[in-house]
């Protein structure tokens, strides 16, 4: 999963931002010299802000020791600043659970105090503490709350970013047009104040959301600027974390050339960071670049690194992937024992995540009963129906996690189900095209040796027929009735004979087998157009000395002559064309009439034998037939040919 930039946005405004550049000991000095007033509470929160980000043991002491004073003298704004100091070092540390718990009484206190500006941080801490736990349902709720309060008390400077912070709980639940659109907000408001202290993590998680709408040119570009705007900061960790975000991307357009580039560039800059989970995910996208480049040897090397540090980390989203691309090394390597192996590796990384997943559900869900049956001992000594209660609620937390448990493994199975159904629906497909391409052709050779009969056969004794008359004409006294009678009776043979060619040549035209595909179809054109029944334009492109399998061949000329026999017979059209396009791999055919039209849906209904024969032919070249037409605007019939 990719991951958006976690922003601290108003953490915190406490009055000690100027602290951390303090020098410690200075600020130590004075507290020696201090009265037991509020000076000193707010004395103790700047020294612990000073060591809140490399030493929070130290910063624990002396938010301790403000704690202890601000109660003693009841310094309500004291106690304010250390439940909410408190919740960024808890925050800092990871414990989210006590950083939430402490950001709850920071909200508590900053409301007692009725002060709109502390409010307004708060709530936006306590929102990222809840994205951070994953609850991005609650972490939206109160960036909202802090909002309407940032409006209500028109504190411009604020919005962008507010905007920004709720821009990424929209990410957080996938709904990234909103996301955009509240950055695009956030972006606008800083031209316009320069309020932003972040101005290039907008831009980069513009283009996470642009890449997760697929929308990777869009994405490449804010990845650009976010980039510029980084180092114009002297940002490293968002200019490496963006340089990954753009190799994922150039993976994507599967433009492997330049993913290396930039995961070139995110690697140097993790090793200046020494973020080893940088690193291997760094090393990770080298080795993923250099392995569909081709280079299997790079990619070996990349890869083993990227194993090595994931391993000694236990960075299990990074050794997930790491082992999937080293199934894929070694099985070009040709050691598909390895391969199998951290094929099998990558799978129970992936199982056990699920697993925690689980487990971490099923902890929530028993941390809430736990929270409920607490709350209920205190009212169970007063009432009966509290009891109940309780009990009610272990019976609701017990089935959620037995539906969670239930739902996984019905979806294990309905997968392993559609998986065996498609495999079984690709046989049976396959098995009937065997068997259409096997009619298909017995029906040709057929056709074949049908004309070959009626040309040599029927056609040789009708000439001879026709021959031995005229041979008797010229021996015979006729009066000149029987006379016209007699050429009559000759004029019906010759066009029997006729008659007889046309239908051997329709069953197969000789100039398919001897000239090819184009100028088969010309000649059936022209046939038609010179016969009067409908007025034919034939038009093609790229068959011009394309040399056509003869399957295929008479595939196509077999569905277009079945199209115009079927305009001829039900259209009533006048004209008629015929377009024939050749490309690599596909075949196009478009066939229009100007006739009557006609209701599709009775195609879907019940087809006619020759509307089966063309989905027949499409189907037996794996081709896709599409028909419109409207009664009294002609019908359009185009058909694509995967060849």
């Not at 309060?149 to 905007?163: A, F, G, H, V």
């Not at 907008?202 to 642009?210: E, H, P």
């Not at 510029?228 to 940002?235: A, M, P, Q, R």
């Not at 697993?355 to 941390?367: D, G, M, S």
Request: proline letters at 0%; a neutral charge.
């Amino acid at each position: 999963m990719r991951k958006i930039f976690y922003i601290l946005i108003l953490l915190i405004s406490t009055g000690n931002a100027k602290a951390q550049f303090e020098n410690k000991d200075s600020l130590i000095r004075l507290l020696s010299t201090a009265k037991e007033d509020t000076g000193k509470v707010m004395l103790l929160l700047r020294i612990a802000d000073a060591y809140e980000a490399n030493n929070q043991d130290s910063s624990i002491y002396y938010l301790e020791e403000s704690k202890q004073l601000s109660g003693q003298l009841k310094f309500k704004k004291g106690l304010y600043h250390y439940y909410a100091q408190s919740a960024i070092v808890s925050y800092t540390k990871g414990n989210y659970d006590q950083a939430l718990l402490q950001s709850n009484e920071a909200l508590s206190a900053a409301r007692e105090l009725k002060d709109s500006n502390l409010i307004i941080n708060t709530l936006a801490n306590t929102g990222i503490v809840y994205q951070y736990l994953g609850q991005f349902d609650k972490q939206l709720e109160y960036c909202l709350q802090a909002l309407a309060l940032i409006e209500r008390k028109d504190q411009k400077k604020k919005l962008s970013s507010m905007y920004q912070n709720i821009a990424n709980a929209y990410y957080n639940l996938s709904q990234f047009h909103r996301s955009i659109g509240f950055l695009l907000l956030s972006l606008e408001l800083h031209r316009q104040t320069g309020s932003n202290a972040y101005p290039n993590r907008i831009y980069a998680t513009l283009g996470q959301s642009y890449a997760m709408l697929k929308n990777t040119d869009s994405a490449l570009c804010y990845y650009t600027i976010a980039i510029d705007e980084s180092i114009k900061l002297n940002d490293k960790y968002a200019v490496a974390a963006v340089y990954g975000y753009m190799a994922n991307t150039y993976a994507d357009r599967y433009e492997f050339k330049k993913m290396l580039e930039v995961s070139e560039r995110s690697l140097k800059l993790s090793e200046e960071l020494q973020s080893n989970q940088m690193l291997a995910s760094s090393l990770y996208n080298i080795a993923y670049a250099n392995y569909f480049t081709g280079n299997n040897m790079a990619a070996r090397q990349h890869i083993d690194k990227a194993m090595e540090i994931a391993v000694k980390d236990s960075l299990k989203d990074e050794l997930k992937n790491i082992y999937t691309v080293l199934s894929y090394i070694t099985a070009r390597e040709g050691d598909f024992k390895m391969s199998l192996w951290a094929k099998q590796k990558s799978d129970s990384i992936q199982q056990a995540m699920l697993n925690e997943q689980v487990i971490q559900t099923t902890a929530e869900l028993e941390k809430k009963y736990e929270s409920a049956k607490k709350d209920n001992q205190i009212i169970l000594q007063q009432s009966q129906l509290e009891k109940r209660k309780v009990l009610n609620y272990i019976l609701i937390g017990s089935a959620a996690v037995l539906l969670i448990l239930s739902f996984l493994a019905y979806r294990n199975y309905n997968q392993k189900k559609k998986l065996q159904q498609q495999r079984i629906s690709e046989l049976e497909t396959l098995q009937q095209l065997t068997a259409t391409g096997a009619v298909l052709k017995g029906e040709e050779q057929e056709r074949t040796r049908l004309a070959k009969d009626l040309h040599d056969g029927l056609g040789g004794m009708l000439s001879g027929i026709k021959y031995s008359l005229n041979t008797m004409k010229g021996n015979l006294i006729m009066t000149p009735e029987n006379n016209q009678a007699f050429e009559r009776s000759i004029d019906m043979l010759d066009s029997s004979i006729q008659e007889m060619r046309r239908v051997a040549h329709n069953m197969m035209p000789e100039a398919l087998v001897k000239f090819g595909l184009d100028t088969a179809m010309k000649d059936f054109c022209n046939d038609i157009s010179k016969s009067g029944a409908l007025q034919i334009s034939y038009q093609s492109i790229g068959l011009e000395n394309e040399m056509v399998e003869q399957t295929t061949a008479i595939t196509i000329y077999r569905i277009v002559q079945e199209l115009i026999n079927n305009t001829m017979k039900h259209a009533a059209a006048k004209t008629a064309i015929v377009q024939v396009t050749k490309s690599v791999n596909q075949f196009a055919i478009t066939v229009e009439d100007d006739g009557t039209g006609f209701d599709t849906a009775i195609l879907k209904q019940s087809g006619g034998i020759g509307w089966n024969n063309i989905r027949n032919r499409v189907e037996f070249l794996k081709g896709t037939l599409d028909v419109r037409s409207e009664k009294e605007k002609g019908t359009s019939v185009h058909i694509e040919l995967n060849v």
